[in-house]
Structure formats: C-alpha cells, structure tokens
C-alpha cells in the first residue's frame, strides 16, 4: 500500500480539518504494514492557484506542517513535505497536461464553484489545479489516497489521464490510484448553524474551534454554541431533526473515539446545560496537548522545517523512477 494525501497551507485549522482529515491520516500512518509507505504534503503550489500573500504562505506552511506532528504525524514513518521542494511534482504536471483534455477539466465542479461568476479572470492555476493534483499522486504511484467527499472528482480525473496516458503511449508507468473516503471522517458543522460546514471561511470566529485556540475560548465556544431545548434521545435516529444537537453529539463522539449511539447511551435524558460541559472537557483534553505541541514545535520553526527537508528528500527519491518512466514514454529521452 502507498498512500498519499495533500492539505493546501491556508492557514487556520480548525476541528473539522483535524477530525474529518489530519485524524485520518495518522490513523492510516498508524494501521501502515511493514513495506507500505504514507506521503503527506504541504500542497503550497496548489495555493499559489488563488492570491495570497508570500510571507503568509511561508509560515502558514510551516504551520500546519507543525500542526500535523502534533496530532500525530511521525516523520520518522510518514514522508512529510511540502510539494514546491519536489519538483517532479511541477515536471509531471507538464507532461499530463498533454493528456488531459479541456473538455475533462470543464466538468470539474470545484472550479466553477471557485471561479464563480468572474470565470475570465480566474488563474490557469485555478483551472488546470486537478492536473497538478493528478500528478501529486501518479508521480508516487499511490494505491490509497484519503480524501473528502469533494475531492473525489478530481481523483476520478487523476485515474483518467493515468489510463489515457497508459494507453496513448503503450506503457504501464501509472498505477490507477483508489480514492479512500473515511466512514469515519465526520462532517463538522458550524457551531452557530447545523446545516452549515465548519470551515475557515466562515467571519464568525465563534462557528469553529481553532487547533491554536486556548483552552478556556474552547469552552466558551462550546458552551455558547447554539443547540436546542429538548433533551437528548437515546439513539442516533432520534437526532434526526435536530441538526446541531447530531453536530455537538457527532463532535463528542469523534473526539473520544466512539460512536454516537455509545455518547448517547451515557447522555440520553440530558439537556445540553449538563452535556456542554462534558464535551468541553473531551474537547480541552484532546486538543489541548495538541496546541501545546505545536506551540512548543513552531518555538523552532528552522527545525520544522529540517524536518520538511528531510522528507522532501525522501521524496524526490520515490518520484525520480515514475518521472523518468514518463519523461521516457513520452520521447523526452534525450
Ligand atoms: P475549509 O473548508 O475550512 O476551507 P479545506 O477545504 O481547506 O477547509 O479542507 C481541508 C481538509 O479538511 C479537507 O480534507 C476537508 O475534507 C477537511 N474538512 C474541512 N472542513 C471540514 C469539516 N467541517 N468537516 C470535516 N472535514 C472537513
Ligand atoms: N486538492 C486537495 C484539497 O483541496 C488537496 C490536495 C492537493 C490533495 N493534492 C492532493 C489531496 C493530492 C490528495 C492528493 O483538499
């Protein structure tokens, strides 16, 4: 098994980054057999596809990078990187972008979500960003690649440039790589609305708990976070319809590491005045020795990023045979 997986550096985690992604990927580091192998990057080339400041990009990736060691990414067994320093990354994009058709790129969902109205004046970053993608894993010849449920499109693409590429030039250099979406990722939703994703874009503050929030802004949050008058039932079927007293049961549930029927065969008959302060206490003590971790990690920021170093040059050794494969494929031989 290979997996590979990527997380763009923006910038402020937040519980549903940690819970529906960076908790999967150490359980897929910590399930790895002798012989498999686990890549995790940085995606800062996919970044520089919308503006963003140079200085920012710079420490928000080794920030996160930070962040993922301290919810438990070992690089002494996970490959950590951040893709600019593997440039066959950017070399077999090129390559694939002689593969892969406009027609194909045009169905890409995320792009015209992205894009928006201002379609002309999006990037070509923006618009050719799946092929960059494609690459990311094709390079590794990844087997397994954790993603959501929003990136499994541009997966499905990633598997057609590798058979069209196999096909067009008669060889066997791609490996069709499988999409792994976790059961057990939850989908974590805002704190002041149910319906809506916790995410980074959202102005309230008060809608997501951050990896770097204290303690205490974690209970506030929680304690104030909106829920409804009932008490809670006694099986999952009973949250139904009510949205964020299944989002506050489904955060306690990822967090202790059971299941939502097992939080509410202990909780059901509470209100949320008595269950607030329970979560908040699950919440504080998983992640508040995490935000210590990374406090203590980005004291040294050079030292994060030896650690990026070193896993960089790891992977340029694992990409270098699939590059060529390709480059010699393709007639670029000399
Ligand atoms: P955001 O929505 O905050 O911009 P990203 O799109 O950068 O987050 O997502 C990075 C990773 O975190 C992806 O793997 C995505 O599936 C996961 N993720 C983001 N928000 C949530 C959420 N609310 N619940 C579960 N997973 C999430
Ligand atoms: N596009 C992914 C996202 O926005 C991040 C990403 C870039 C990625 N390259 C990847 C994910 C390769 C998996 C494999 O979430």
Redesign the pocket.
């Known amino acids: 098994m290979r997996v590979v997986s990527g997380?763009?550096p923006?910038g402020n985690l937040?519980l549903?980054?940690y819970?529906?992604?960076i908790k999967q990927w150490v359980a897929m580091q910590d399930a790895m057999a002798a012989g498999d192998d686990c890549l995790f990057f940085l995606a800062d080339l996919h970044a520089l596809t919308v503006a963003i400041d140079p200085r920012e990009l710079a420490s928000n990736t080794i920030e996160m990078a930070a962040a993922l060691v301290a919810s438990g990414i070992d690089p002494d067994r996970a490959i950590l990187f951040n893709q600019a320093r593997v440039p066959a990354h950017s070399e077999l994009t090129w390559i694939l972008n002689g593969t892969a058709r406009i027609g194909w790129l045009n169905r890409m969902t995320q792009f015209k979500d992205k894009a928006g109205k201002n379609r002309e004046s999006a990037s070509i970053g923006l618009y050719a960003y799946p092929v960059l993608m494609a690459a990311d894993v094709l390079v590794y010849n990844a087997s397994h690649v954790p993603?959501?449920?929003?990136?499994k499109q541009h997966l499905e693409l990633a598997r057609d440039i590798a058979t069209k590429f196999n096909t067009d030039f008669g060889s066997d250099v791609f490996v069709l790589p499988e999409p792994l979406v976790s059961k057990a990722?939850?989908?974590?939703?805002s704190l002041r609305d149910g319906t809506a994703?916790?995410?980074?874009?959202d102005p309230s503050d008060a809608s997501r708990i951050n990896l770097t929030d204290s303690d205490d802004a974690i209970a506030q949050k929680l304690k104030k976070a909106k829920s409804d008058a009932d008490v809670l039932p006694d099986t999952a079927a009973g949250l139904a319809d009510r949205p964020e007293a299944r989002n506050l049961v489904t955060i306690y549930a990822a967090l202790a590491g059971t299941s939502v029927d097992a939080v509410l065969a202990d909780h059901a008959g509470k209100g949320f005045g008595a269950f607030k302060p329970a979560l908040a206490d699950v919440a504080v003590a998983t992640l508040g020795p995490i935000r210590e971790r990374m406090t203590a990690l980005l004291d040294d920021r050079a030292a994060m990023g030896a650690i990026l170093e070193k896993g960089a040059a790891k992977a340029r050794t694992l990409a270098a045979p699939t590059l060529r494969a390709a480059q010699d494929a393709v007639g670029l031989q000399v």
């Open positions: 997380i763009q923006t937040h549903g980054n819970l529906g992604a993603v959501g449920d929003d990136q990722a939850p989908r974590v939703m994703k916790m995410s980074k874009s």
